[in-house]
Every structure is written in C-alpha cells, then in structure tokens.
C-alpha cells in the first residue's frame, strides 16, 4: 500500500481543487463533506473571500453544507499556489473554452500546471477534470508536470476523470454520478479510484488510459450533439410540411428500445455540448481526418439561434408588423431550464440577432435579473406582469424555466413563439406556434 493510499483510507490526506466554479466547487464541498481537509484554489480573489466567508454562489451546492464545513475548518479557499505544496491529492477544474477561431483553448490548464511545478512532491495524485481532446493528460500535463524532475508512475501519480456535472439536474450531482477514471499507469488509476471511492456515493470505472477517460467525455457530448442537431434539422422540415414534429417525438418514445428522446430548441448552450466537438474536430485534423457528420450537426445547431429570428420575423409579418421597431419579450436567457447560467446560451444569440434587424427586445428571467455580453450589461424585467405582456408584439419562450406562468402569459399575448414547447398542456393555442 502506498503512503497515499494510507492517507486517504485513514482521512488523513489534504485534498486538492484548481478552479472553483460549477465543477470546482461542488467538487470540493463533497471531499471536505467526506472528512478530508480541503484547499480551493482559485484565481478570483471574490470567490474566494465569498467561500471563506461561508456564502455559495453555485446552485448545485446546498448554502447550509457550505456554511458548515467552512466554520468547521475543512474547506479554506485561496489565491496563494504555494498551498499545493500542502496537498496530497489535486483535481484541475479549470475552463477550457474555444478561442476565437474555434480552436481549444488549454491555456488554463497549462497554466495551473506551471504554478503547480514548484510544489509538487513525492507521493502525489493529480487528476485533470476539465474536457479537453484526447491526449492532454500525456502529451501537455505530464511534461509540465516532470519538470519538478519527479517522474510520473514512480513519483507523482496522474490521471484523467472528466466532470459529469450537469447544472440543475435534481437527480445526478456530483457526489451521486458515476466516474470514469484512467491514470497514465495502472497504479496511477488504483489512487485515483481510491480517491474518488472515498468521496462519492457512485460507481468508479476504470479506463485503461488518460486518453480514453478523455475521448469518453467528448463522445457523451458529441452524441447528444448529432442527435440534437437531427432533431432540429427535421423540426425545420417539418414545420415546412405542416407537421407537428413535438407530437412526432411523443409518438417515437412509445417504442420501448432503439429510440432515446431529444427535442429540438434555439440553438446550444452551456460549456459542453455547443463545445466539446470542436475538441475533437480540431484533433482529427492532426490526423488528416474530416469529421463530417460532427460538423454537420455543429453547422445546424449553430444556424438555429438565426432560423429562430427568421421565424419570429415570418409570424409578425402576418400580424402586419415588421422586425424593424417590434417590441419582443423572451422568455428565458439562462442556457437550459432552473439554472442562473447563461453561457453560450442560444436565447442571447436569437436577441442578438433579432437586435440586428432593429427589435425592441426586453427579456424576463427568474433566475437571471441581468447579465453582460461582450461588455454590455442588460438589465430584466423585474416581473412578467400583464401590462408587459400586453405591451409587446411576440413573447419568444426560449427557455423553460418551470416557475414561469405561461397560462398568463398565453391568455396576454397577442402572439408566441414557443421554441420549447413548454406550453403544451395549455388547451386554447390560438395564439401558440411551435417552433
């Protein structure tokens, strides 16, 4: 048995966490809520006064269990990297956007990496948790890492195990989510399984490689997608043959085996999915490989958030009215239903372009009072009364949100587009369009 492996058997480890945002975080609170004392890292000097202070500012984290194991000294966060050097066990949580010419950005890793290379020692587990393509744990973290002169396998242990958070889903958090596992050797895997089987209440399994842990993450997200941007492609086909394509789906689920359920919508949001394939388009490349259904169903989804706008014109131009000088009310700017995140949110790229072609746009989000986009902050309306709703030309719900009283909102509005179907117990739909 190594000394680690003692360390986190016994609770005696100090555990680990680069980056305290929706993974970092809920990450963090569930190690320092299993005994183990916990060190956030996090560049964000706010966030890290807000968690010192016992203050949560992520959905997915409890505000009492935070509170808690911070007053009992098990979750201290800072800014100072020098803390590493005090860790056993370290999981990167860090972003790994695209950059402007849809090329992924590593930039955070490598750099949490480089500031950790001063403190690393002997006996250590570090574990990338951010997506990223294939190879990054081998080819980019571990000769970083080496030029502590530790060897990887003999005196530091590494692995890959991507982050399965899904913001909002009241069934799977992060403690409850199985967890896929590979380490750079086999041994590297056996620590890394033991950390994780010390702290979630989730089956772990074991891949054979960093790479495949890390190919894994990108196939979850590339299936939803291809399918989603079917999904979309027909709702468009279908709504030029007149045909229900929401009531197409219903039907479909009937089938018992061979057909899973996704719905088409404004376009992808979050961190994941609108993202993640380009992960693996840009690797390909190095291959001399042409990932074409990937970049097909990327081409679809991307365009919707545009079609959306193109149809939200088409339904005022039955009503006589043009884009030009509308006044339009959307209905959610989060990126999915329940939650205050709206990154890549789809909803902001329709009222950008609805925007373009001079709309008057006021948004209504329960969760989001106001957010900022390309430096521009743009404040909600405080409450969806009846007079805001009277006053506008087309309610656009982009979003789902299930705190939102759509039956007001129906009996209101001149006219609505619903991209989400979310009004479709509602029996008069006289002035409804599906998307």
Known sequence: ????????????????????????????????KAGYKTIGFDI???????????????????????????????LVATTDFSQVATADCICICVPTPLDKHQQPDISYVKTSAKNMVPYLHKDMLIVLESTTYPGTTEEILRPILETSGLKCGEDFFLAFSPERVDPGNLKYKTKNTPKVVGGVTSQCTDVAVNLYESILEAPIHRVSSPAIAEMEKILENTYRNINIGLVNELAILCHKMGVNFWEVIEAAKSKPYGFEAFYPGPGLGGHCIPLDPYYLSWKAREYGFHTSMIEASM????????????????????????????????????????????????????IEKVEKEGANVLYYDPYIPEYVEEGVRKKGEEALTIELIESVDLVIVTVAHSNVDYELVQKHAKIIFDTKNIMQHIKDRNNIELL
Do not use: H, W
Request: hydrophobic residues 40%.
């Open 1 to 32: 048995m190594t000394i680690l492996k003692e360390k986190l058997l016994n609770k005696t480890a100090i555990l680990g966490v680069i980056g305290l945002g929706y993974v970092g975080l809920p990450l963090a609170v569930e190690k320092a």
């Open 44 to 74: 964000q000097e706010s966030k890290v006064n807000l968690i010192n202070a016992g203050k949560n500012y992520i959905g997915d984290v409890i505000n009492e269990d935070l509170e808690e194991i911070v007053n009992s000294g098990l």
């Open 299 to 350: 081409m679809v989804n991307d365009r919707m958030p545009e079609y959306c706008a193109e149809r939200a014109s088409k339904i005022l131009n039955r009503f006589k009215k043009s884009m030009k000088g509308a006044r339009i009310l959307f209905l959610g700017v989060a990126y999915k239903q329940d939650i205050d995140d709206y990154r890549e949110s789809p909803a902001i790229r329709v």
